[in-house]
Antibody
Framework: EEQLVESGGALVQPGGSLRLSCVASGFTFSSYEMIWVRQAPGKGLEWVSYISGNEKSIHYADSVKGRFAISRDNAKNSLYLLMTSLRVEDSAVYYC??????WGQGTLVTVSS | EIVLTQSPGTLSLSPGERATLSCRASPSVDSRYLMWYQQKPGQAPRLLIYGASSRATGIPDRFSGSGSGTDFTLTIGRLEPEDSAVYYCQRYGSPPPFTFGPGTKVDIK
């Protein structure tokens, strides 16, 4: 079964940093592009970042550019999102997804003092 | 940058009725890049339709997608109670951003 499992969400103060992880199983991870999408409480979906299978192509939403960094370790079937200079408005459930499908169950990030 | 607008915001229908959800793009979107998702409360989004009209694996045939250019439609042929959810359209294609629409909430009365 193709599966994605996120972890690393936490309560963090404004200005702080956090690293999210997403572990893949059931498919050849290195062959697929991966994305992060977030959803603030009660709001819609917002694409955050993209990385190609070979890491040669990386893109960010304007709202996180310069603060977030996406990476992957294909040997560990893992995707990461390093979030720095966190703001209250970054509070959301963060999902990883293999392109359009499947998606993980999400991990909650709360930025608050 | 592409903007996706979905209508209506909320749709209240009865079981067995037909639901028609709209997604409008500005500027136009290559239909290969238009996706539809279903999200139930407390769950991750699930891919329903890719390439504007192709059903994803395991999706019942009461779900269908159509459209091209600036106008796309998701139709749920005969609503069942478990179809209560928020439905999002998305443009997923190079170059980013991979924009989502604001969603349409479907309530089954």
């Amino acid at each position: 079964e193709e599966q994605l499992v996120e972890s690393g969400g936490a309560l963090v103060q404004p200005g702080g940093s956090l690293r999210l992880s997403c572990v893949a199983s059931g498919f050849t991870f290195s062959s697929y592009e991966m994305i992060w999408v977030r959803q603030a409480p009660g709001k819609g979906l917002e694409w955050v970042s993209y990385i190609s299978g070979n890491e040669k192509s990386i893109h960010y939403a304007d709202s996180v550019k310069g603060r977030f960094a996406i990476s992957r370790d294909n040997a560990k079937n893992s995707l990461y999102l390093l979030m720095t200079s966190l703001r209250v408005e970054d509070s959301a459930v963060y999902y990883c997804a293999r392109g359009v499908s499947p998606w993980g169950q999400g991990t909650l990030v709360t930025v608050s003092s | 940058e592409i903007v996706l607008t979905q209508s209506p915001g909320t749709l209240s229908l009865s079981p067995g009725e037909r639901a028609t959800l709209s997604c409008r793009a500005s500027p136009s979107v290559d239909s290969r890049y238009l996706m539809w998702y279903q999200q139930k409360p407390g769950q991750a989004p699930r891919l329903l339709i890719y390439g504007a009209s192709s059903r994803a694996t395991g999706i019942p045939d009461r779900f269908s997608g159509s459209g091209s250019g600036t106008d796309f439609t998701l139709t749920i042929g005969r609503l069942e109670p478990e179809d209560s959810a928020v439905y999002y359209c998305q443009r997923y294609g190079s170059p980013p951003p991979f924009t989502f629409g604001p969603g349409t909430k479907v309530d089954i009365k």
